[in-house]
């Protein structure tokens, strides 16, 4: 049987004609035994769409991780490394996850209590809440009326050390059925997006791109961010915004000094624009929470000066600086019309193109609503590419 592709279910509050090259649903193949003729089509596909969906698929730990390791094949290690440094009590990241014994690079992620599941006895699973996270917080009234946070839009990516992962792939194994709930973004705007209960939600990091005026769209292709050393360690005793997108500054981050062991040549500098390897489009990659300074880059010769920032390049090193720019470049990109949340159903696997989307966890649930899903991305074998000579010249 031949691939098959059909459009994602968009919902009634999505801007369709923004998401026109944006997800599929892949029918036709099996995603756990696909010969390599039928992977190099779904590796192209994932690239040009972002993210791509396969219902009823059934999927071993063994042959996910066979999967997300053909987008790398020198890929080798989980996403955020052997999990010593991010299981430190002291990282945000730290309750998230559980590894499957037998497949250590696939995790175990989702809601309340999963018992004889694939080598593990017993995992208690918390569905990661913006209580823990967010500087203000939805009453425990507006909640139980079903008002809901986005978590934290992210890049799977520890951001020091490791190369940010090309593909992760979610494997949704328990879905619990529930009310859905009201996404507020509670920044004064009174934006709001009604979701599925326990979406994933995504936006396009080439639409993010895509909608910024001349000016913020030249900042982006000279600009590069340089990330904390081991980021999910300095970011946590920090409060995040209410709309997920990055840290409320209030000097709560810890000190360098205080951190783990950590060298200069690991930390990481990427571009803020990664280079599709199949489009040529630029997606505008930043893990906002995880930004401490950002470096600019001079307009290139011949460029116009009238209106750009930083015409002749800068090294922005005040938090609240390089995370307000950040802000003001990234937030259009998640206002509701430009969300795709996901509804999960059992055995849906999504794909998704770490490095050309953002992704929250949305939504609480309660603890007897069990949710088991599998999580599988590699460290990739190098760094993104960030925008060619000529991708500058055309958008400085
Ligand atoms: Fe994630």
Same mark, same amino acid.
């Given at each position: 049987m031949a691939?098959?592709?059909?459009?994602?279910?968009?919902?009634?509050t999505?801007?369709?004609?923004?998401?026109?090259?944006?997800?599929?649903?892949?029918?036709?193949?099996?995603?756990?035994?696909?010969?390599?003729?039928?992977?190099?089509?779904?590796?192209?596909l994932?690239?040009?769409h972002?993210?791509?969906?396969?219902?009823?698929a059934?999927?071993?730990?063994?042959?996910?991780?066979?999967?997300?390791?053909?987008?790398?094949?020198?890929?080798?290690?989980?996403?955020?490394?052997?999990?010593?440094?991010?299981?430190t009590?002291?990282?945000?990241?730290?309750?998230?996850l559980?590894?499957?014994?037998?497949?250590?690079?696939?995790?175990?992620?989702?809601?309340?209590?999963?018992?004889?599941?694939?080598?593990?006895?017993?995992?208690?699973?918390?569905?990661?809440?913006h209580?823990?996270?967010?500087?203000?917080?939805?009453?425990?009234?507006?909640?139980?009326?079903?008002?809901?946070r986005?978590?934290? /839009?992210?890049i799977?990516?520890?951001?020091?050390?490791?190369?940010?992962?090309?593909?992760?792939?979610?494997?949704?194994?328990t879905?619990?059925?529930?009310?859905?709930?009201?996404?507020?973004?509670?920044?004064?705007t009174?934006?709001?997006?009604?979701?599925?209960?326990?979406?994933?939600?995504?936006?396009s990091?080439?639409?993010?791109?895509?909608?910024?005026?001349?000016?913020?769209?030249?900042l982006?292709?000279?600009?590069?961010?340089?990330?904390?050393?081991?980021p999910?360690? /300095?970011?946590?005793?920090?409060?995040a915004?209410?709309?997920?997108?990055?840290?409320?500054?209030?000097?709560?981050?810890?000190?360098?000094?205080?951190?783990?062991? /950590?060298?200069?040549e690991?930390?990481?500098?990427?571009?803020?624009?990664?280079?599709?390897?199949?489009?040529?489009?630029?997606?505008?990659?930043?893990?906002?929470?995880?930004?401490?300074?950002?470096?600019?880059?001079?307009?290139?010769?011949?460029?116009?000066?009238?209106?750009?920032?930083?015409?002749?390049?800068?090294?922005?090193?005040?938090?609240?600086?390089?995370?307000?720019?950040?802000?003001?470049?990234?937030r259009?990109?998640?206002?509701?019309?430009?969300?795709?949340?996901?509804? /999960?159903?059992?055995k849906?696997?999504?794909?998704?193109?770490?490095?050309?989307?953002?992704?929250?966890?949305?939504g609480?649930?309660?603890?007897?609503?069990?949710?088991?899903?599998?999580?599988c991305?590699?460290?990739?074998?190098?760094?993104?590419?960030?925008?060619?000579?000529?991708?500058?010249?055309?958008?400085?």
């Open positions: 691939i098959e592709l059909a459009p994602l279910p968009l919902p009634p999505a801007d369709a004609s923004k998401f026109r090259d944006f997800g599929r649903e892949v029918k036709g193949v099996d995603p756990g035994n696909l010969s390599p003729a039928d992977f190099g089509q779904i590796e192209e994932l690239y040009k972002d993210a791509l969906l396969f219902r009823n059934d999927l071993s730990p063994e042959q996910q991780y066979a999967l997300t390791k053909a987008f790398d094949p020198a890929s080798e290690s989980y996403g955020h490394g052997n999990n010593k440094t991010e299981s009590k002291k990282s945000i990241l730290h309750p998230d559980k590894t499957i014994p037998r497949v250590p690079q696939v995790q175990l992620i989702g809601n309340g209590i999963v018992y004889d599941h694939e080598g593990l006895a017993e995992a208690k699973l918390k569905h990661p809440s209580h823990t996270f967010h500087k203000t917080q939805v009453s425990p009234e507006d909640e139980a009326a079903g008002a809901t986005f978590y934290r /839009w992210h799977d990516a520890a951001l020091y050390k490791l190369a940010p992962p090309k593909v992760t792939t979610l494997y949704g194994i879905v619990p059925q529930g009310a859905p709930q009201v996404c507020r973004y509670d920044d004064g009174g934006d709001e997006l009604p979701v599925p209960l326990g979406t994933t939600a995504f936006v990091g080439r639409t993010m791109f895509d909608i910024l005026p001349p000016e913020l769209k030249s982006a292709v000279r600009a590069r961010v340089r990330y904390a050393p081991h999910y360690v /300095w970011m946590a005793p920090a409060s915004l209410s709309t997920g997108l990055g840290i409320e500054t209030e000097d709560k981050e810890l000190a360098l000094s205080d951190l783990p062991e /950590w060298s200069e690991d930390v990481k500098v990427f571009p803020v624009l990664w280079k599709n390897p199949v489009t040529g489009e630029l997606h505008f990659q930043v893990h906002p929470a995880g930004a401490q300074e950002l470096l600019v880059d001079p307009l290139p010769a011949g460029a116009s000066r009238e209106g750009a920032l930083f015409p002749d390049g800068a090294h922005l090193k005040d938090l609240k600086e390089v995370r307000g720019l950040l802000y003001k470049m990234q259009p990109a998640i206002a509701p019309s430009l969300v795709y949340p996901h509804d /999960w159903r059992e849906d696997l999504v794909l998704f193109h770490n490095r050309g989307v953002l992704h929250s966890v949305v609480a649930f309660k603890p007897d609503q069990v949710r088991a899903f599998h999580q991305n590699l460290a990739a074998s190098s760094d993104p590419v960030g925008p060619s000579a000529e991708d500058v010249a055309k958008w400085a």
